[in-house]
């Protein structure tokens, strides 16, 4: 008796990643989520760099911003309960100082420049179609550090308007690395603060107009993550506790399924020896200064010499 429905996936042809390339990951909560696989394997990959971003055009502008080399200035910037803060970027940049968050934003432009620039593969998650207009500027914003709700208006981006975003980045990015391939993917965080039809509605958004630029010719692929979460996991045994968010099992699953397509098969040898490393390394012995222990160091650290020998890129 089968209990579970499967997607069906096959590992991808082209394209694969291996521990040569070079990723980037921009979008919701669940990039960073798959960030911190990429990070534990030590793949050169690099997450968010202005932060956790929803919605496509909030990414699409730090790319044009970054390509361009179009600086923050202080016209840029709030202050709001005591803190600066950019509605570009996320929170996590929000500094007391306006000067700190200007040196930092404009360290990130130059940053996401010089990953997007050298990326063999960028990573996209999408995670609603819902977005915020500052009415103050008309422009749409990333994240509306809390201030006061009257000074923006709610949109539910079309499936038009999203595709020609995704389109957009696509031709920016390869404007400064014509060789970079993209794979969108959409977020499975349930955003029921939109509501739930809401929701429902924004993800179908979502994941209409990534089909629509999908070609699989042209280096634009499409992972299941969202069919994964509601077809094979539709359990909220797999949920964290607010009952929105995959929890840990969930996640390590779907990046099973991610690895098996998309790592290839050299990757995923070398990240079953990363993978014994980092857990020795985390091991808690009960003697530290035992023979036996210390033989263990000396074996560990040789495996590590090693493999940097190899791969100087992986550190630990």
Request: proline share 4%.
């Amino acid at each position: 008796m089968n209990l579970q429905t499967k997607i069906p996936l096959k590992s991808q042809q082209h394209n694969q990643i291996d521990y040569n390339a070079k990723i980037m990951l921009l979008g919701s909560c669940f990039s960073e989520n798959i960030g911190e696989k990429f990070k534990y394997f030590k793949f050169q990959s690099s997450v968010n760099p202005f932060g956790i971003l929803f919605q496509p055009l909030a990414i699409e502008n730090l790319i044009t911003r970054s390509i361009n080399k179009d600086y923050y200035s202080e016209f840029d910037i709030h202050y709001h309960n005591e803190q600066w803060s950019c509605l570009d970027a996320h929170s996590k940049l929000n500094q007391a100082s306006k000067v700190d968050l200007l040196k930092a934003l404009n360290e990130q432009v130059d940053e996401t420049y010089n990953q997007l620039i050298t990326a063999n593969h960028i990573i996209i998650t999408l995670g609603t179609s819902w977005v915020y207009r500052y009415l103050e500027t008309n422009k749409i914003v990333a994240n509306c550090h809390k201030l006061p709700q009257k000074q923006f208006l709610k949109e539910l981006l079309s499936v038009e308007q999203i595709s020609e975003s995704l389109e957009a980045i696509v031709s920016l990015a390869r404007s400064i690395n014509p060789k970079v391939s993209f794979l969108f993917t959409v977020s499975p965080v349930r955003h029921i603060k939109d509501g739930f039809v809401e929701n429902t509605q924004s993800k179908s958004h979502l994941l209409a107009a990534i089909h629509q630029i999908v070609e699989p010719r042209n280096q634009l692929y499409y992972f299941p993550s969202y069919e994964i979460m509601m077809d094979e996991l539709r359990d909220y045994r797999f949920y964290n506790t607010d009952m929105l968010h995959p929890n840990t099992v969930a996640i390590d699953y779907i990046w099973t399924q991610f690895k098996n397509v998309w790592i290839s098969n050299s990757g995923q040898e070398l990240m079953k020896t990363i993978d014994e490393i980092q857990r020795g390394l985390s091991h808690k012995p009960f003697s530290p200064n035992s023979e036996a222990h210390l033989k263990f160091l000396k074996a560990l650290h040789l495996k590590i010499e090693t493999l940097k020998d190899q791969y100087p890129n992986i550190i630990f």
